[in-house]
């Protein structure tokens, strides 16, 4: 079983596509972080495991769903329709296989699915990131798959945007096997709270900003040497 979470803030316009592209063996986990529009109602009628995290931040969801985990197997995904849980496998089964300890999904966008202004700024972060690991990233999406136990030992510690920056950069300070594959990116149900607004991406910058100095003054000190299974 792969344990699948699913951030939700007001996503139920999204949710039964979303949940009905789940594959067999795989379990979804909404968090609710706050969600007004029944969100969390409908999500459990359609069969989904739903727990509440009250502290606002994509960051709060996402480790509340990881702490919620009990499958040896983790895959994180948006809740809004961009991003199609039927690609999962794809990202689980280099982890399964033992060739990748996180894999990420490399957002490939379809027409009207990604605002100008949060295309040039995940291209310059994805810039950044390469010239302070030397990973051959691309993109910093929210799909990704790793092992439970691993990605807990990382010890995240951002609740907000600065979430899958710091997994990604505790990641490869820790040597782990990081592996970029492709996936579909469609336009979103409803409106996002982040990149569909200048002051959205200017929060999740401000996040990454400090989430990039923090591996900047670690890498300098050294990596550390913590790959899976290797204690």
Same mark, same amino acid.
């Given at each position: 079983?792969?344990?699948?979470?699913?951030?939700?803030?007001?996503?139920?316009?999204?949710?039964?596509?979303?949940?009905?592209?789940?594959?067999?063996?795989?379990?979804?986990?909404?968090?609710?972080? #706050?969600?007004?529009?029944?969100?969390?109602?409908?999500?459990?009628?359609? #069969?989904?495991?739903?727990?509440?995290?009250?502290?606002?931040?994509? $960051?709060?969801?996402?480790?509340?769903?990881?702490?919620?985990?009990?499958?040896?197997?983790?895959?994180?995904?948006?809740?809004? #329709?961009?991003? *199609?849980?039927?690609?999962?496998? $794809?990202?689980?089964?280099?982890?399964?296989?033992?060739?990748? *300890?996180?894999?990420?999904?490399?957002?490939? @966008?379809? %027409?009207?699915?990604?605002?100008?202004?949060?295309?040039?700024?995940?291209?310059?972060?994805?810039?950044?990131?390469?010239?302070?690991? $030397?990973?051959?990233?691309?993109?910093?999406?929210?799909?990704?798959?790793?092992? %439970?136990?691993?990605?807990?030992?990382?010890?995240?510690?951002?609740?907000?945007?600065?979430?899958?920056? !710091?997994?990604?950069?505790?990641?490869?300070?820790?040597?782990?096997?990081?592996?970029?594959?492709?996936? @579909?990116?469609?336009?979103?149900?409803?409106?996002?709270?982040?990149?569909?607004?200048?002051?959205?991406?200017?929060?999740?910058?401000?996040?990454?900003?400090?989430?990039?100095?923090?591996?900047?003054?670690?890498?300098?000190?050294?990596?550390? %040497?913590?790959?899976?299974?290797? !204690?």
């Amino acid at each position: 079983m792969v344990d699948v979470v699913l951030p939700c803030l007001n996503e139920r316009g999204a949710l039964p596509w979303v949940l009905s592209r789940l594959p067999e063996g795989y379990r979804a986990i909404v968090v609710d972080n #706050g969600s007004t529009d029944g969100s969390a109602e409908l999500a459990a009628s359609l #069969g989904a495991l739903v727990i509440y995290e009250g502290r606002r931040g994509f $960051g709060a969801a996402a480790h509340a769903g990881l702490l919620a985990a009990t499958a040896e197997l983790v895959a994180f995904c948006d809740c809004d #329709g961009s991003l *199609d849980p039927a690609q999962l496998p $794809g990202l689980v089964s280099p982890v399964v296989s033992g060739t990748a *300890d996180l894999v990420l999904g490399s957002r490939q @966008p379809q %027409r009207g699915s990604w605002p100008l202004h949060a295309r040039i700024a995940n291209i310059v972060l994805a810039w950044r990131l390469r010239r302070l690991t $030397g990973e051959r990233v691309t993109d910093l999406g929210p799909m990704r798959a790793a092992r %439970r136990v691993e990605l807990l030992s990382l010890g995240l510690d951002d609740r907000r945007s600065g979430y899958p920056l !710091e997994m990604f950069l505790k990641a490869s300070l820790r040597q782990w096997r990081i592996v970029e594959l492709p996936v @579909p990116y469609a336009p979103r149900t409803g409106k996002s709270k982040v990149t569909g607004t200048v002051r959205g991406t200017v929060t999740a910058v401000r996040d990454m900003s400090a989430q990039l100095k923090a591996a900047a003054a670690a890498a300098s000190s050294g990596p550390v %040497r913590n790959t899976p299974g290797s !204690e």
